[in-house]
């Protein structure tokens, strides 16, 4: 074996489990919201050579030499990334932070100092984890209070370091309350507050939470992982250039390889490239940073505006469809690439539907929702996206079917409700009518081939 040998013939193993996985994504319907299917052209940037160099530093201040490609590849992202998000003049950007959960962090530490209180969206209505989770290891949390303060058990390292406290949605609409949020705001007085998340399937009004911030003398940043690409196509507003600080992961709807973008001030960005090196990271990863650029370019063309618009179309559309079947959808529909399925009039709840939809085929995620009762481990609802359909050219006639398949299988196994889990799964497993879906799934997946 060399250098050169081909990872087929070098290393057998890992060969076939990345065949197998190539065929799992061939054959089955990805609707996780926050999965995408990257092209060829990312995929080549992120498996590049550019993953050879050490890059400590920004754009020509390295630590180390050797970096007159890695400046200008650096440099053309982050010129992109301002163009496309349609930044200030007076707006930097940075693309270092591994994922997105560094990002967050990064600006913490550029903002906050240890102990301060950030306010963001409490995380069984739809939050994320790195907007700061506690919780009292006993119990589900108290859901009459539209404030959760948190618990002893200090889940995420926010929440370790700095003082959290988090808004809910109304249990009446599911949606946020924005006079609650600012009533929330007044009595904890934040130095951060936060949007986003990773559930709330509609949009957020990004200038009435400025002006929330703005009262109690808050920064404001807004986490849009999941919706940057509906944000960057113009389909779903932007908080650029009205929040503080805005951080985004480019894997989901931006469907530009992993990684993540801060954009800010000049001033605090500043800061916050202080906080990724030398504050928590080493070294970027510029083959990453170079599947992002490429990403930006393809999300610059006019073919992305369209792909972006029928993501929402889709979502949609499958909401329309799926409460034919009587499936309640929280908040009465969505805005974007994601809809939050609450089961808790059907037999079987997210963990065990969520199992039995990918015996046919359909992958989705268990998720809380609002007003949850239950565990995170086996919620009460279903999340499900867009993205990579609407990536494979599926379009409404599509989710039609993706509905009523969806029907069949909650059908199908609202006779094993009651199982245990291991029981459910084995009846699943063998269920004729399963199979018979999931080879309906994979004749319609063939319709709409991706390119490896
Ligand atoms: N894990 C991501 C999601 O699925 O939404 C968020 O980090």
Redesign the pocket.
């Known amino acids: 074996m060399t250098h050169t040998t081909s990872l087929s013939q070098s290393d057998a193993q890992v060969a076939r489990i990345i065949s197998l996985e190539e065929q799992r994504q061939q054959d089955k319907l990805s609707m996780?919201?926050?999965?995408n299917f990257f092209s060829k052209a990312v995929r080549e940037a992120v498996g590049s050579v550019l993953m050879h160099k050490y890059a400590e530093g920004n754009v020509k201040k390295r630590y180390y030499e050797g970096n007159q490609y890695i400046d200008e590849l650096e440099l053309l992202t982050i010129e992109r990334a301002k163009k496309l998000f349609r930044c200030p003049p007076d707006w930097g950007v940075n693309v270092q932070a591994l994922?997105?959960?560094n990002a967050n962090l990064a600006v913490y530490l550029a903002l906050l100092e240890i102990g301060d209180t950030m306010m963001g969206m409490y995380l069984p209505d739809g939050g994320?984890?790195?907007h700061g989770w506690s919780h009292e290891p006993k119990g589900a949390p108290d859901s009459s209070d539209l404030v959760y303060e948190g618990g002893s058990a200090k889940v995420n390292i926010s929440s370790k370091i700095f003082k959290t406290v988090q808004y809910k949605t109304s249990p009446s609409t599911q949606l946020f309350d924005y006079d609650e949020v600012e009533r929330i705001a007044m009595q904890y007085k934040p130095k951060l507050l936060i949007t986003g998340?990773?559930?709330y399937p509609r949009e957020i009004d990004y200038r009435r939470m400025k002006a929330i911030a703005r009262k109690v003398g808050a920064y404001y940043m807004a986490d849009i992982?999941?919706e940057a690409g509906l944000i960057a196509a113009g389909v779903n507003s932007s908080p650029v250039g009205i929040a503080d600080v805005v951080t985004m992961?480019t894997h989901?709807t931006l469907r530009s390889g992993r990684g993540a973008i801060i954009l800010a001030s000049d001033e605090i960005i500043k800061k916050i490239n202080r906080a990724v090196l030398p504050g928590m990271q080493g070294g970027p990863f510029n083959n990453n940073i170079a599947g992002i650029c490429v990403g930006l370019g393809e999300a610059m063309e006019y073919s992305f505006t369209t792909y972006a618009w029928q993501v929402v179309r889709n979502a949609q559309y499958l909401c329309r469809e799926l409460e034919k079947f009587d499936f309640k959808i929280v908040s009465g529909g969505t805005d974007k690439h994601l809809v939050l399925i609450d089961l808790t009039n059907k037999a079987v709840l997210g963990k065990k539907f969520a199992r039995a939809l990918d015996y046919a085929g359909i992958v989705a995620?268990y998720n809380t929702m609002p007003q949850e009762t239950r565990s995170p481990a086996d919620p009460s609802a279903l999340?499900m996206g867009t993205p990579w359909l609407t990536t494979r050219g599926m379009k409404e006639g599509e989710m039609v079917h993706i509905a009523a398949w969806m029907n069949r299988v909650m059908v199908v196994c609202s006779a094993w409700g009651e199982l245990d889990f291991k029981e459910f799964e084995e009846r699943v497993a063998t269920s004729f009518e399963i199979m018979q879906i999931a080879s309906e799934v994979k004749e319609l997946c063939g319709r709409f081939p991706l390119e490896f």
């Open positions: 996780i919201p926050s999965e994922a997105g959960s994320h984890l790195s998340g990773t559930a992982a999941h992961t989901k995620n999340r």
